[in-house]
Every structure is written in structure tokens, then in C-alpha cells.
């Protein structure tokens, strides 16, 4: 199974991004994405390559639930 984080495009440089997403910034490939893709932009990513762009607005709700389901596994952790 795949969990895709939308991740914040950082820097563009001809086909290729930086993204980031909780801190970790990676280099990833343009090549498969049907639309353009600006600085500011959120990303889904799959083995490397940007594959769909999302909005902003679902993408902080997805980041949201991500940080709630970690913070409700730490608290487990702490029992």
C-alpha cells in the first residue's frame, strides 16, 4: 500500500522540484505531471515523479489528519 503526503513545491528547475513535507525536502521528476507546476503548489508523489497536483486547501486538511494520526500513535506509544 502507498500513502502519498502532499508535499509543498519549493523550487522548480526545468522537469524537476524540490518538495517539501515535514521538513524533509526531495528532488523529484516533472516529467509525468499534466499540468504545470509552480513554487507555492502542492504535490502528490509517487516512486520519485510528481504525479497530481492539489489544492492548498485539501492538501493542509490531508497534512492535518496526518499530524493528528501521529500525535494519537505517540500517545499510545507513551501508555
Same mark, same amino acid.
Given at each position: 500500500?502507498? #500513502? !502519498?503526503?502532499?508535499?509543498?513545491?519549493?523550487?522548480?528547475?526545468?522537469?524537476? %522540484?524540490?518538495?517539501? %513535507?515535514? $521538513?524533509?525536502?526531495?528532488?523529484v521528476s #516533472?516529467?509525468?505531471?499534466?499540468?504545470? *507546476? +509552480?513554487? +507555492?503548489?502542492?504535490?502528490? *508523489?509517487?516512486? $520519485?515523479? %510528481?504525479?497530481?497536483? *492539489?489544492?492548498?486547501?485539501? !492538501?493542509?486538511?490531508? =497534512? +492535518?489528519?496526518?499530524?493528528?494520526?501521529?500525535?494519537?500513535?505517540?500517545?499510545?506509544?507513551? =501508555?
Open positions: 500500500m502507498c #500513502l !502519498a503526503v502532499p508535499s509543498k513545491v519549493i523550487s522548480t528547475d526545468n522537469m524537476m %522540484a524540490t518538495i517539501e %513535507a515535514y $521538513g524533509a525536502r526531495k528532488d #516533472l516529467l509525468l505531471m499534466p499540468e504545470p *507546476v +509552480g513554487i +507555492g503548489d502542492y504535490v502528490l *508523489v509517487h516512486a $520519485g515523479f %510528481a504525479i497530481q497536483k *492539489v489544492d492548498e486547501e485539501a !492538501a493542509k486538511d490531508s =497534512l +492535518g489528519l496526518i499530524n493528528r494520526i501521529i500525535e494519537e500513535l505517540e500517545k499510545e506509544d507513551d =501508555l
